[in-house]
């Protein structure tokens, strides 16, 4: 797996599902060489049209920086980098002994289900989500305190949730690997400056103040 910051942070953006897999494209050629991971999240695709956006994208994008969500059969036939699994996904520990080629993510939402992410043998979690979210309307965010206490647990923390990148800073010092980010980028009038701004924030939330831009 690509790793972008010098200080180890990730930065993974997350398709919304109603965006043309062309616009998504057109707006990865000007990104990806700037992010960890790109996760296609696309619910209402068939396991057929999932496997050819991924055909599609990987003419601009590299392989190894894409991620599948839920459907396993997918991300191996395309030979993706990694599945993200869901509460209704298949067991972590399955998919790591049928596909040990695969980086697999969980998606938690509590330090319980982080500490049973943990010993399924997950390789990260993705956990929020933090802070109010567009995408989450009306569901009260898990907080900073909820994602000290999950990065407690010796296992990769991703935060998600309403995290822009004047919050970013806050989020890496709560412990958090990397943040993961969906309309704060993709919605964005200028997704690669909007990128750039995440990426010195994650800069800043060790403590230094260089910046990349």
């Known amino acids: 797996m690509t790793r972008i910051l010098t200080n180890g942070k990730e930065l993974h953006i997350i398709s919304n599902g109603m965006m043309p897999i062309e616009q998504l494209q057109e707006i990865l050629i000007d990104i990806h060489p700037f992010i960890t991971s790109i996760h296609l999240r696309e619910k209402q695709k068939t396991a057929k049209e999932l496997f050819q956006a991924v055909e ?8 190894s ?21 869901a509460f209704h996904s298949l067991e972590p520990a399955i998919v790591k002994k049928t596909f040990p080629e695969l980086r697999v993510g969980r998606s938690i939402h509590s330090y ?3 500490k049973k992410a943990l010993q399924e043998g997950t390789d990260y979690v993705l956990f929020g989500h933090v802070y109010p979210s567009q995408s989450k309307p009306g569901l009260t965010p898990k907080g900073i305190q909820e994602l000290l206490r999950v990065t407690q647990l010796d296992i990769p923390v ?33 997704p690669l400056s909007r990128v750039k701004a995440y990426i010195n924030a994650l800069k800043d939330g060790d403590g230094k103040s260089e910046k990349y831009f």
């Open 112 to 114: 319980l289900e982080g």
């Open 65 to 85: 920086k894409i991620i599948i969500n839920d459907r396993v059969d997918v991300a191996h036939a395309s030979k993706v980098a990694g599945i993200q699994l």
């Open 158 to 190: 991703i935060a998600i949730g309403g995290i822009t990148p004047e919050k970013t800073q806050q989020v890496i010092q709560a412990g958090a690997s990397g943040i993961a980010v969906m309309s704060g980028v993709l919605d964005s009038c200028d």
């Open 56 to 63: 599609m994208l990987s003419k601009a994008i590299p392989l």
